[in-house]
């Protein structure tokens, strides 16, 4: 089974423009999340999608924003480009197992912005 | 708001000797799982535990869920360098849910040959 794709794996932006990144989960998990990772504040949940569905969502600003596609595929976006925006942004897929769930992450987008 | 705190942040010890690294809060949850991650790449999940008490081993790493459920602990023995890396723990708030992880900010662990 091929594991989680995210596209591009790095990105330069400059402040004020707007980015896209893309996830494609594994095969038949139907609930995408993302994060961003950076030194300073770890890993911090930014949403999850759920058949197609915004089915929580993390304490940031509104410029992030998500979507999923009828094929679990999901995008990121981020607009008005701040220099803190840069960081890893990671998408996990998600196997829900009943009483606790298991979450699987592609490489990452990394994403400068200058 | 849920925190998890690891402990040690940072971590380097020589190759063969034995580690601890732990993970704790004051809150519960209902599923606390370990990830390793390289540089550049995504984490990469070690273990689920969801049992209070729990003790669970992958070859030399053992991983134990406390019994409330709050905190929890990886010991690696005899440790290689190939076990360098950033160790995170992350808990799950509720069973099969829609929130999101909690992750620790992790340890940076370095096994030095």
């Known amino acids: 089974k091929a594991g989680v794709t995210q596209t591009p794996r790095y990105l330069i932006k400059t402040r004020g423009q707007q980015v896209t990144l893309s996830c494609s989960p594994i095969?038949?998990?139907?609930?995408v999340s993302w994060y961003q990772q950076t030194p300073g504040q770890g890993l911090q949940f930014l949403f999850e999608?759920?058949?197609?569905?915004?089915?929580n969502k993390g304490n940031f600003p509104g410029r992030f924003s998500g979507r999923q596609f009828s094929n679990s595929r999901s995008e990121m976006n981020v607009s008005t480009l701040e220099l803190g925006d840069s960081a890893l942004y990671l998408c996990?897929?998600?196997?829900?197992?009943?009483?606790?769930?298991?979450?699987?992450f592609g490489p990452g987008t990394r994403l400068t912005v200058l | 708001t849920q925190l998890l705190e690891q402990s040690p942040q940072f971590l380097s010890i020589q190759e063969g000797e034995n580690l601890t690294v732990y993970c704790n809060s004051s809150?519960?949850?209902?599923?606390l799982q370990w990830y390793r991650q390289e540089p550049g790449e995504g984490p990469v999940l070690l273990v689920t535990?969801?049992?209070?008490?729990e003790v669970k081993k992958l070859k030399r790493l053992t991983f134990q869920f406390g019994d409330a459920r709050k905190d929890s602990s990886l010991h690696i023995t005899a440790a290689q360098p190939g076990d360098t890396g950033l160790y995170l723990c992350a808990g799950g708030e509720r069973g099969g849910g829609a929130d999101g992880l909690t992750f620790g900010k992790g340890t940076h662990l370095i096994i030095q040959p």
């Open positions: 999608y759920f058949s197609e569905t915004q089915r």
């Open positions: 095969s038949g998990h139907r609930s």
């Open positions: 535990v969801v049992t209070g008490g």
């Open positions: 809150s519960v949850f209902s599923s």
């Open positions: 996990a897929s998600r196997l829900e197992l009943g009483l606790w769930d298991e979450q699987f």
